[in-house]
């Protein structure tokens, strides 16, 4: 990773720069200047590393979150949300048909992994409802996406028979979807170091997951956004409903947002330890952050709120783990 720009002076102000981001704006990182074959390959190393990590906070900390449904844990993708060089190679290494959704990851502790479903496989319809292969000639993510919502709300009422196609044979399959976080994580190919949630997904860059070494760094990362989920920091009335509409504003009108991320921090560590990760990995994250972003050494504020300094962060974090010790050695309850 090289720098292209210059260092960023101490507590900058940086107005409307990325609104919900978590992290500094970034020199570039990941892998967007590859040949396609090898961004598909590393491409699909990022999707299955952080879908297996997401599903794992996701499932372990559903009681605390403010929104929840029964889920599969799958990650799914298709041919059409693919453009240009890339369509006829994910098409070829992964079975893809339009906007059929085809499984991208499957996590061994997820309905859909137990039920033996695997990358490869296209889910062509669900309880005998057949999903739509659109007509697919652009690239979009729209038609993938209703495919989704379609498994989604199947999912959510209990068990679901699906028919999927694997190397051209089909099978029925049923899926026992368990309560989890709704907030699915997606992966953007942008060469930056940033992280974001808006209250319905959780974003993370591929340049952010090559900075963490393991899953628990990956943890710290994906739990850092989830605790702003479940601190409802930001929540869309689609998603939550009647209770998030106005959730931001009474954020602010606390004055929630100067503490925002210093809390989801703090609730981040609590997430991943409740879902096994190891929570001291995070001081050896923020480390490698502070390395690969020279932005992170200085504390900046933004729209988005008020983000220390990698190093002011590693300190905060100190009695949060002393904490989390202590209540582990006491068998005492895990809530932020
Ligand atoms: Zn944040």
């Not at 297996?52 to 799958?74: E, I, K, Y």
Request: glycine content about 8%; aromatic content about 6%; overall charge neutral.
């Amino acid at each position: 990773m090289t720098a292209r720009r210059a260092p960023v002076l101490a507590a900058l102000l940086v107005l409307g720069l990325g609104a919900a981001a978590c992290g500094h704006p970034s020199p570039d990182a990941g892998f967007a200047e590859a040949p396609p074959a090898v961004r598909l390959e590393a491409l699909n190393a990022v999707d299955v590393r952080v879908a297996r990590v997401s599903w794992t906070l996701a499932r372990a900390n559903a009681d605390l979150c403010p929104v929840n449904r029964r889920r599969a844990g799958w990650t799914l993708q298709s041919a059409s949300q693919y453009g240009g060089e890339l369509r006829p190679l994910a098409e070829a290494r992964y079975g893809l048909d339009g906007d059929l959704p085809g499984v991208l990851a499957a996590p061994a502790d997820s309905p859909a992994g137990e039920a033996g479903l695997a990358q490869g496989d296209l889910i062509l319809s669900v309880n005998g409802q057949p999903l739509s292969r659109g007509e697919a000639a652009v690239e979009s993510y729209d038609g993938l996406q209703a495919n989704i919502a379609v498994l989604d709300a199947a999912a959510a009422r209990g068990p679901v028979s699906l028919r999927v196609r694997r190397d051209g044979v089909e099978r029925e399959v049923t899926i026992r979807p368990v309560l989890a976080c709704v907030y699915p994580t997606q992966v953007e190919v942008t060469g930056t170091l940033r992280s974001r949630a808006d209250g319905r997904n959780i974003f993370i860059s591929d340049g952010m997951v090559s900075v963490a070494a393991d899953d628990d760094q990956l943890a710290f990362v994906l739990a850092h956004e989830l605790a702003h989920a479940v601190l409802e920091h930001r929540t869309q009335p689609d998603v939550t409903g009647t209770r998030g509409a106005s959730n931001w504003a009474i954020s602010l009108r606390r004055g929630l947002s100067l503490s925002a991320e210093a809390d989801a921090d703090k609730a981040g560590l609590f997430l991943l330890t409740r879902a096994g990760f190891d929570p001291w990995r995070s001081v050896e994250f923020l480390t490698s952050y502070e390395e690969a972003d020279r932005g992170a050494r200085y504390a900046q504020v933004n729209s988005g709120g008020v983000y220390e300094s990698a190093s002011s962060r590693r300190r905060a974090l100190q009695p949060v783990l002393a904490d989390i010790a202590a209540r582990r050695a006491a068998n005492r309850a895990l809530i932020p």
